[in-house]
Nanobody, 124 residues
Framework: QVDLEESGGGLVQNGGSLRLSCAAS????????MSWYRQAPGKERELVAT????????SYADSVKGRFTISRDNARNTVYLQMSSLKPEDTAVYYC?????????????????WGLGTQVTVSS
């Protein structure tokens, strides 16, 4: 059974820091690119950060560059999001995503898993 369990969310003051964790189980973690998304009330879900399977490459939304850092520990099947200099506009539910796409000859198969999310609230 596939499971992605986020933790580490909470209430923090403007300028504060939080570290989110996402513990994965039920699939081969090291085969998946991992991402963090977020969704604020009344807004669409947006991609925050992505890390490749081996952790050798990361990418970030412009709005979080220089403030957030994504990392992973394949031995612990866990991905992290270190968030610093938090702003009220970072308030959202943060979701962990696992994605793997494999080519089988002319066809592509995709595995796409989501966690239930963790609330991050930044007070002004």
């Amino acid at each position: 059974q596939v499971d992605l369990e986020e933790s580490g969310g909470g209430l923090v003051q403007n300028g504060g820091s939080l570290r989110l964790s996402c513990a994965a189980s039920g699939f081969t973690f090291s085969n998946f690119n991992m991402s963090w998304y977020r969704q604020a009330p009344g807004k669409e879900r947006e991609l925050v950060a992505t890390i490749t399977r081996t952790g050798d490459s990361t990418s970030y939304a412009d709005s979080v560059k220089g403030r957030f850092t994504i990392s992973r520990d394949n031995a612990r099947n866990t991905v992290y999001l270190q968030m610093s200099s938090l702003k009220p506009e970072d308030t959202a539910v943060y979701y962990c995503n696992a994605l793997s796409t494999v080519l089988f000859g002319p066809r592509t198969r995709t595995w796409d898993y989501w966690g239930l999310g963790t609330q991050v609230t930044v007070s002004s």
